[in-house]
């Protein structure tokens, strides 16, 4: 690589870098906004969002499209490697509209770490993962349970080819033979 690629190549990953920095203090600064204690469903029955944060007042919910959406087995997939890097840090949980019967054989299947739970039609919805024409939109949200009890959502992001939050993306665009990829179940 000549030098000129070389440093045009560094110059842009600064400016990348700070363009990131800058997005994420966006994030970080988003409206917090107070939310209902919400019920879900899991293996065992009903419970609420409160619930999920477990040991932890941080909670980190996916928002995942379903068993038939490829692209949300991969990011499952690499959930599952660094599950103990999260799950020390906040409680982690992914949601989807699929039954808990789904879940099961996907977390059986795929040797998931990570609880699986059935969200409802309207949390997705108040949370902006799910249009009024129900199409579903992938990504997470920050939830913070406060000391009287309270559960704020922080932020969110969404998932999608390229992101941040799926590696594989950025392994494939540096490949010479530049192949259109898409995962499969």
Not at 11 to 18: G, K, P, Q, S, V
Request: glycine share 4%.
């Amino acid at each position: 690589m000549s030098q000129d690629l070389e440093k045009q190549m560094l110059d842009l990953y600064l400016e990348i870098n700070e363009k990131q920095k800058k997005l994420l203090e966006i994030k970080k600064n988003m409206d917090p906004f107070e939310v209902e204690d919400y019920e879900f469903t899991n293996l065992e029955g009903k419970l609420k969002l409160s619930n999920l944060f477990g040991d932890f007042n941080e909670l980190i919910l996916v928002y995942n499209m379903g068993s038939k959406c490829p692209y949300c087995a991969l990011w499952a997939d690499e959930y599952n490697g660094v599950y103990k890097h999260l799950s020390s840090r906040a409680a982690f949980v992914v949601s989807t509209p699929d039954k808990p019967e789904v879940h099961q054989k996907l977390i059986e299947k795929n040797s998931y770490k990570f609880s699986m739970i059935q969200s409802s039609q309207s949390f997705r919805q108040k949370m902006k993962f799910e249009t009024q024409d129900n199409k579903h939109l992938p990504g997470f949200s920050v939830f913070q349970k406060t000391n009287d009890g309270k559960i704020i959502h922080i932020t969110k992001d969404f998932f999608g080819p390229g992101d941040l939050y799926c590696g594989v993306w950025h392994f494939f665009d540096l490949l010479p033979s530049n192949k259109e990829w898409h995962p499969s179940l």
